[in-house]
C-alpha cells in the first residue's frame, strides 16, 4: 500500500483555516482531520473528542514526557499539540491526512516530516484578521490581544511553507486551496 501524505495549514487565529478546513473536508472526505489535544478551556459549542480532546497542563506536560505528540506549542497562553499515533497510523494506511496548527507546530513537521505539504492562509489586511476574530465572539479582550501580537509573527512567517494563499474571497480561496492540494499530491 502507498504510503499517506501530511498536509499542514497555518495562518493567524481568525484568518478562517477552520471555515475552510471544514468546506474542504465536506467536499473532499478522502482527507481526515488530525484531532489535537489543548489546554485551552472549550469555547461554547465545542465537543470533546470533535474539536480538540481538552486535558488539563498536568495531564499535557505527560503527553510530553511520554513522546505521545507529534509536535506541540504554547499559543497565546495555553498548549496544543498533535497526537502522535493517530496520525502515524492513518499515514501508514495511505490517507491524507490534514494538521491545522501555529506556525511553531508547523516548524517542527517540517523538520520530522520533511514530505508534508504546508500551506499558509493570509488575511487580505490585518483589519480584516482582527474584524473576523471579533466576529466570532469567542475570545477575551485579552485572548485577542495576543492573538493579533501572534499574528504579526506568524505573517511575516509565510515565506516558509510551499504554498501561500489569501482568503479574501472565501469560495475563491478554498478553490485555490482545492488545486494547489490536489496537484500536490496526485
Ligand atoms: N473569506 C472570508 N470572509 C469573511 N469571513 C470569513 C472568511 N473566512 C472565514 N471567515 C470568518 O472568520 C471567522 C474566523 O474563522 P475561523 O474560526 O475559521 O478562523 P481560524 O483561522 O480557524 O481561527 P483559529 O486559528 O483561531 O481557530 C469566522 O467567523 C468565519 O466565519
Ligand atoms: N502547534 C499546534 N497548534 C495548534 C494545534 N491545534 C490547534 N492549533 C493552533 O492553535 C491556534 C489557536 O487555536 P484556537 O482553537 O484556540 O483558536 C490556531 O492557530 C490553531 O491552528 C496543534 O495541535 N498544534
Given at each position: 500500500?502507498?504510503?499517506?501524505?501530511?498536509?499542514?495549514?497555518?495562518?493567524?487565529?481568525?484568518?478562517?483555516?477552520?471555515?475552510?478546513?471544514?468546506?474542504?473536508?465536506?467536499?473532499?472526505?478522502?482527507?481526515?482531520?488530525?484531532?489535537?489535544?489543548?489546554?485551552?478551556?472549550?469555547?461554547?459549542?465545542?465537543?470533546?473528542?470533535?474539536?480538540?480532546?481538552?486535558?488539563?497542563?498536568?495531564?499535557?506536560?505527560?503527553?510530553?514526557?511520554?513522546?505521545?505528540?507529534?509536535?506541540?506549542?504554547?499559543?497565546?497562553?495555553?498548549?496544543?499539540?498533535?497526537?502522535?499515533?493517530?496520525?502515524e497510523e492513518m499515514?501508514?494506511?495511505?490517507?491524507?491526512?490534514?494538521?491545522?496548527?501555529?506556525?511553531?507546530?508547523?516548524?517542527?513537521?517540517?523538520?520530522?516530516?520533511?514530505?508534508?505539504?504546508?500551506?499558509?492562509?493570509?488575511?487580505?489586511?490585518?483589519?480584516?484578521?482582527?474584524?473576523?476574530?471579533?466576529?466570532?465572539?469567542?475570545?477575551?479582550?485579552?485572548?485577542?490581544?495576543?492573538?493579533?501580537?501572534?499574528?504579526?509573527?506568524?505573517?511575516?512567517?509565510?515565506?516558509?511553507?510551499?504554498?501561500?494563499?489569501?482568503?479574501?474571497?472565501?469560495?475563491?480561496?478554498?478553490?485555490?486551496?482545492?488545486?494547489?492540494?490536489?496537484?500536490?499530491?496526485?
Amino acid at each position: 500500500m502507498q504510503m499517506g501524505q501530511l498536509i499542514v495549514f497555518t495562518g493567524p487565529s481568525g484568518v478562517g483555516k477552520g471555515t475552510l478546513l471544514r468546506s474542504l473536508l465536506a467536499r473532499h472526505p478522502e482527507l481526515e482531520l488530525s484531532i489535537s489535544v489543548t489546554t485551552r478551556a472549550p469555547r461554547e459549542g465545542e465537543i470533546e473528542g470533535r474539536h480538540y480532546y481538552f486535558v488539563n497542563q498536568e495531564q499535557f506536560q505527560g503527553l510530553i514526557a511520554t513522546g505521545q505528540l507529534l509536535e506541540w506549542a504554547e499559543f497565546a497562553g495555553n498548549y496544543y499539540g498533535t497526537p502522535r499515533t493517530p496520525v502515524e497510523e492513518m499515514i501508514a494506511e495511505g490517507k491524507l491526512v490534514v494538521l491545522e496548527i501555529e506556525l511553531e507546530g508547523a516548524r517542527q513537521v517540517r523538520e520530522t516530516f520533511p514530505g508534508a505539504l504546508q500551506l499558509f492562509i493570509l488575511p487580505p489586511s490585518p483589519e480584516e484578521l482582527e474584524r473576523r476574530i471579533r466576529v466570532r465572539g469567542q475570545d477575551s479582550e485579552e485572548a485577542i490581544a495576543r492573538r493579533l501580537h501572534r499574528a504579526q509573527v506568524e505573517i511575516a512567517a509565510a515565506d516558509e511553507f510551499d504554498i501561500a494563499i489569501v482568503n479574501d474571497d472565501f469560495d475563491r480561496a478554498l478553490e485555490a486551496i482545492e488545486t494547489a492540494l490536489f496537484a500536490a499530491v496526485s
